[in-house]
């Protein structure tokens, strides 16, 4: 199970404003309204989801996403919403959100990116693309930009928005809050950024504040990130077993003298499912072996457990956003 920062619970619910319960909404994800806002405070992504759903089983939900969004602050994020501020550039800023991400969610991955006219900045979230998580990735873009509009000297606007489930029955509070093109039905949820944006003088940079707050940062990052050892184990056991084929859990399991009803309970107290650790196995394998130049493509997908070229290429653009070929090709140029 994945877990996301209560911040984004209360943020959504205080958009919403008299058209729900907001007692009753906090309390659905495990939040104490009278208690106070802790972004360390974590709730489940799924519960979160749901909570999503029900408030628009209540009220038109097509702008709350930007609503929700557009009301974060970096004093609210702690020590990260400090290393952004501290970062000397807004390029560098987005890279610590990229690198410590985890600290305030279990369930979403960010990612710099070189594309045309710019860079990317992608959110990456695995999973049934439910109403919840379409309102909470759409809520999410617009907080990374109104973030970067707490450091930026000048009015900021990126070349591009795009999501990539289909667009509400409106666009127009999209495009006047992002003051851009927003181009839904696309191949990945990003924000594309003219380079000469990201390179810009952040108003408070201060590499010296900024290196010390990183250390930190470190530190909580090493405090979290510590994979346990049957995840290790299993992670291990998947990549070995994918030249066969995709794995079962039982396979898997009787591997490491464990029982597929034990492993199943074990990895869950980790917050993981086996489907969902296999399909991670099998991503950071492909992405390594992309890197080796010896391995072709056909090979590479024979390695990560697919039958046919053909279905590596469409999982690998599922993961990435990208082909495995013009991935291979955009790290080569790095």
């Not at 999503?52 to 929700?68: C, Y």
């Not at 653009?317 to 080569?332: E, F, L, N, V």
């Amino acid at each position: 199970m994945g877990y996301v920062t209560s911040l984004f619970a209360r943020k959504v619910v205080a958009a919403a404003g008299g058209g729900i319960d907001a007692a009753a909404m906090l309390a659905s994800v495990g939040i104490a309204p009278d208690d106070p806002w802790d972004s360390g405070q974590m709730v489940p992504a799924e519960r979160y989801y749901d909570m999503l759903e029900s408030i628009a089983a209540r009220i038109d939900v097509t702008d709350l996403p930007v609503r929700a969004g557009a009301s974060m602050r970096l004093d609210e994020y702690g020590a990260l919403g400090l290393a952004f501020k501290a970062a000397t550039t807004l390029g560098t800023s987005y890279a610590r959100v990229e690198r410590y991400a985890r600290l305030w969610t279990s369930v979403v991955e960010y990612e710099m990116r070189p594309a045309s006219g710019g860079t990317l900045f992608i959110l990456h979230r695995a999973g049934e693309r439910r109403l919840g998580m379409r309102l909470s990735n759409e809520a999410t873009l617009v907080s990374a930009v109104a973030i970067a509009r707490e450091v930026c000297p000048v009015p900021l606007a990126p070349v591009e928005v795009l999501i990539r489930h289909p667009a509400p029955r409106s666009l127009v509070a999209h495009e006047d809050w992002f003051g851009c093109p927003v181009r839904f039905g696309a191949e990945l949820d990003a924000i594309l950024y003219a380079d000469e944006v990201l390179a810009r003088p952040n108003i408070l940079g201060d590499e010296g504040i900024s290196q010390y707050l990183t250390a930190h940062l470190d530190a909580e990052l090493s405090e979290i990130t510590h994979e346990p050892e049957l995840v290790a184990q299993a992670r291990a056991a998947i990549a070995q077993a994918l030249s066969d084929g995709a794995p079962k859990m039982g396979e898997i399991a009787g591997s490491l003298g464990l029982s597929a009803r034990s492993f199943h309970r074990r990895l869950s107290e980790h917050g993981m499912s086996f489907q969902a650790l296999t399909e991670e196995t099998r991503r950071d394998l492909a992405e390594g072996l992309l890197l080796d130049e010896s391995h072709s493509l056909a090979e590479i997908a024979f390695l990560t457990g697919f039958s046919e070229q053909s279905a590596f290429t469409r999982a690998f653009k599922r993961w990435i956003g990208t082909t495995p070929a013009t991935y291979r090709k955009d790290m080569a140029r790095r």
